[in-house]
Nanobody
Framework: QVHLVESGGGLVQAGGSLRLSCVAS????????MGWYRQAPGNQRVFVAL???????YYADSVKGRFTISRGNDKSTVNLQMNSLKPDDTAVYYC??????????WGQGIQVTVSS
C-alpha cells in the first residue's frame, strides 16, 4: 500500500503564498506519479498539478504561472508552492499517488482558505 500525509495548509490573504507538502510511505518504489487535487465546497474534486517519476509536470490551466509542483530527491515527497493565491483557490487539497501496484492512493486532505 501507499500511505500519504499532507501538511502546510492554512489561512492566507489573497495574493499570499502557501506551500503544501505530501510525504509518501509504504511501497513507494511502485509510484509512477504524484500530484494534487482540490475540492471546493459543493464541487467535485478536480486536478491541480502532477509530476511523474521521470519528471514530466502538468498543471491545471487555473493554476499555471502561480503554482509550482516539485518533488524531493528521494521521490517520496511532493510539494506544491502556491503563490498569488485567490479566494477561488479555497478548497480542501488532496495529495494523490499513482502506483503501478495499487492504483490511486489519496491523503486525508488539508484545508486551504484564501480570504479576500
Amino acid at each position: 500500500q501507499v500511505h500519504l500525509v499532507e501538511s502546510g495548509g492554512g489561512l492566507v490573504q489573497a495574493g499570499g503564498s502557501l506551500r503544501l507538502s505530501c510525504v509518501a510511505s509504504g511501497t513507494i518504489f511502485s509510484i509512477n506519479a504524484m500530484g494534487w487535487y482540490r475540492q471546493a465546497p459543493g464541487n467535485q474534486r478536480v486536478f491541480v498539478a502532477l509530476i511523474t517519476s521521470d519528471g514530466r509536470i502538468y498543471y491545471a490551466d487555473s493554476v499555471k504561472g502561480r503554482f509550482t509542483i516539485s518533488r524531493g530527491n528521494d521521490k517520496s515527497t511532493v510539494n506544491l508552492q502556491m503563490n498569488s493565491l485567490k479566494p477561488d483557490d479555497t478548497a480542501v487539497y488532496y495529495c494523490n499517488a499513482v502506483s503501478s501496484y495499487y492504483g490511486d492512493s489519496w491523503g486525508q486532505g488539508i484545508q486551504v482558505t484564501v480570504s479576500s
